[in-house]
Each structure stands twice: as C-alpha cells, then as structure tokens.
C-alpha cells in the first residue's frame, strides 16, 4: 500500500536523516528501487517525472505496476509514489491515477501565481491524505528542458510558500539537476539556514542530488534537509554496468541477449546505488 510521505519525512527531519526519493523510469528501476529500500529496512520515494510518466504510457499505468510490486514482492516498508516537477496538469492527472504525493513545482510563476496554484493543490492533497511539496525560486541544470544555473531562493518567499499548509517545500541553495560542472561553487548553507531558521519543522528537500560531496549531504541534513532526490547517479551506474556487459560480449553468449539477462547487471547496480545513499542519508532501519 502507498502513503503519503509525510509522516516518513517528519520522523527524518525530527531524527536528523533524509529519505531519498530515487527516480522510476521502468519496470526494472522500480523493482531495484524497492529492493533495495526492503533490503535496508528504510522509507523510500519513488519519484516520477513528467517525462516518465509518458515514457511509461502514463501514470495510471505507473500507480497500477508500484502497487502490484508492493504487493507482489512483499514489500513492508513506507512506499510513497511521488510526482516529481509536476505542472498543475500533471499534478491533477496524479491526483486522479492514486499517487500518494505530488509534486507541484510553480518556481518558474510569479510568486503570487506560484501561491495561489499552490493553495488550491493544498486543499485537495488535504482531502485526500496526500503530501505535497512545492518549489520557490529556480534549482539550477536541466530537467524536462527547464535550465537554471544553481540560484537561490528567498527565505522570505519559501515562508510564504511553507505557510500554505505544504508537507515539504524544495528551495534552491545552488544545487543543480544532473552532473555538476567543474565550476560549481557548491551548497549555499546560509541560504539553507535562513530557510530552515523562517520554515521552522518543515522538512525541506534537496534536488540535484547527484555529485554533491558527502560531507555537504551530511552537513545538509542536520540544516534541515529531510528528503533528498536521486536520479542521475542511478542512471549513470546502470549504463555502466550495460555497458560492461555487452562490451564483454556476454549479450552473445548462449541466451545472453534475453533482456532478463541483458538488462540483469544494471538492475544490480541499482541496487547497489540505492543502498549506498541510503546509508549516506541515514535512513536505514527506519521503516
């Protein structure tokens, strides 16, 4: 059964670690995903962008195989299906296929725009015992097209945003989506602390988690930071480990071309990707 994420990110926050929200794009990465949340007895989000929504011929498509899985495998740890840079559309249509939590992300709105969208998301959320988080100012890189350079939001507009009855709120402290440039100057922990120090005990997410150094994750963490998003990192160990296999000629060995076989190694590597954050991000053995 899927929850909403709220509880599982109000203990991270309160117990000083992070949930990570690591990123579905088929059915192989949500198995991965799930084992390895099973296998460390640990709270996970699994995050869904627009673009894979589609990818996976929609949401109800999405709801349905996440919830067959739970149940098929087991799983017994807190499950939360999340919209992940939701428009408002695509929010509603969630909201529709029995997602648990969305995503709603108004940064690229004037902040009026961005708080009045938001309050009516607040309300239905509400009804249904969904969580909701919301976005105030531009996280840097690219998702689905949309580019930023690692801005920084306004503590003064994230309590705005926070004020309106949120579950998590995503502010932008220079973290950027995909492989950090060399250039990078890192977190803006002063950012993240006048945030946290106007936001009080709502948990605050981290986008952009791929290539962010561990002590900076950590430090993250005890400023506030309840919930951090993985995507690329996952992506990069599969293709490396798909990589391997068919360099290796494996895929032409005997039955090596079946895609059970073929897309074996990578699926593994997941696993392994999942299990090592989580043990960064603190959250094992608290399911």
Partial sequence: MLVS?????????????????????NLEWTKAVLTAAQECNSPVILGVSEGAGKYMTGYKTVSAMVQAMIEEM???????LHLDHGSYDGCMKCIEAGFSSIMFDGSHYPIE???AKTKELVKICAEKGMSLEAEVGSIGGEEDGVIGMGECADPNECKAVADLGITMLAAGIGNIHGKYPANWKGLSFETLDAIQQKTGTMPLVLHGGTGIPDDMIKKAISLGVAKINVNTECQISFAEATRKYIEAGKDLEGKGFDPRKLLAPGTAAIVDKVKEKIELFGSVNKA
């Avoid at 994420?5 to 794009?25: H, P, S």
Wanted: no cysteine; hydrophobic share 45%.
């Fill in 113 to 115: 725009e961005n708080i």
């Fill in 5 to 25: 994420a709220k509880e599982m990110l109000e203990k991270a926050k309160a117990g000083k670690y992070a949930v990570g929200q690591f990123n579905i794009n």
């Fill in 74 to 80: 087991n799983i017994s740890v807190p499950v939360a």
